[in-house]
């Protein structure tokens, strides 16, 4: 062990302690000034916790994470008082003489924690300071908040779910009430229902308000309040969830709350539940076998398949049957356009072209104004003029939308010839032209990218 008198002031060491050496700090910041070992020893078991805290050291040991930090006692020899540890000096010396406790109840806490749990060992590891001072900076490291990032950074509601979710540990505890929310947004997100900057306005703990009813969780079709596993459609599954998750973003002005606010009754939850239901937003087409919704992962195709898998989705517009393809899921949360859509993909493109043409039409019109009102971009009875001004818009964004949307929202307002422009979609509709299927088919393909990035932004 190091002698006390070889450290200088400004510097720290590592050392051995005997436990029996250790005295406890009388200006510890937790409480007032209190000078008789006793009274503090008391007082540390009645306000701080250090039964809890004796019975996780019986059975996992001290933390590695931690260390005690002491000083030279100022009056007996070889005996150091701690800084820093106070608490777990209280559980070891109670585990090593329970007699030692300040109550009859404790002693025997104590008596049957020595007996049951792993023995403590005589000494300690812990970092000697020459003087208190030279301490003070790292306890306020530990103890003072976050500064700017120089203290300890603790975890967030999110930050301590998503732990929770990454396995358990030795102490028991109740499971995390924020696990099914923290699955819903990691789903959400990755899903494309909510972008980063949506999620991180969102409380998790007001989507555990909310999913802790039973009325909430029956009109989005959860069948747990563990997880996502649902029965319902799954694109009738994601609207719902998007509607869901973007009524909990805050508004920006104090005076409106939100529909989503953790400012509700149990009342006001259920209240909301019905009018998904009312809203046509709540999934209705029900009774699948139940399964957990996951992102859908692309898999990379294997080298000497590459060349396959490219021609097939080169012949797929022409040959598939419905208009609105399988893969496109609508997130808008919208009701009329979450029907279009289904109907669209069950709509036989060869046998109701003018049907088919019509419901690109709509699908087209009904995108482009909803991300217009959602955006602040303003209404316009003129569907070239909206595309154009929401196209400028997705260009000046933060992160804007890639040049290859960008391009097909001009064309689609400008190229009054294009196939896919609306007045030539329109002279469809009001029958100036009968489309063909194969155009029909062609012209989805053309605008789903632009849809998908209209409708999650």
Known sequence: MAKQGDIEEQNFEEISVPINRLHFYPQNPRREPMADEDAIRA?????????????????????????????????????????????????????????????????????????????????????????AETARTWMSVKHEGEQGGIGTVEWDATQKTRFNRQGTTSQVRPKNPNMQSLALLDYAEAKGLLNTEERGKIAITTITRYLSNPNVRAALALLTAEDLTTDADPQQFDAAMRRFLLDAIPTGDPNVI?????????????????????????????????????????????????????????????????????????VSGDPALSRMVIEGKKLRADDFVFSANYIVRAILERVVNLYAKRNGIGVSRDLEKLITACARHAESRTQPAPRAIVQVMNKTASNQHASHAPDTLGAGVHGGIIPSAKDIRRNWDTLQPVFEWLSTN
Do not use: M, W
């Not at 329970?98 to 749990?117: H, W």
């Not at 992102?295 to 294997?302: D, S």
């Open 258 to 330: 939100p529909p989503v606010s953790s400012r509700t009754t149990s009342s006001e939850r259920k209240a909301y539940a019905e009018k998904l239901r009312q809203d046509g937003i709540a999934p209705t087409e029900r009774g699948a076998p139940p399964y957990e919704p996951t992102p859908k992962v692309e898999e990379t195709p294997e080298p000497n398949k590459t060349t396959v898998a490219k021609k097939r989705g080169k012949r797929s517009p022409d040959l598939r049957p419905y208009v609105v393809r399988t893969d496109f899921r609508d």
């Open 43 to 131: 007082a540390l078991c009645a306000d701080e916790g250090v039964i809890n805290l004796a019975k996780h050291l019986s059975a996992n040991g001290l933390n590695p994470l931690d260390r005690i930090a002491v000083i030279a006692h100022p009056k007996l020899p070889q005996h150091f008082v701690v800084v820093e540890g106070n608490r777990r000096l209280c559980a070891l010396q109670l585990l090593r003489d329970p007699e030692r406790a300040p109550s009859a109840s404790a002693k025997k806490i104590f008596a049957k924690l020595q007996n049951d749990g792993t023995p403590v060992s005589t000494t300690i590891a812990a970092v000697y300071f020459g003087k």
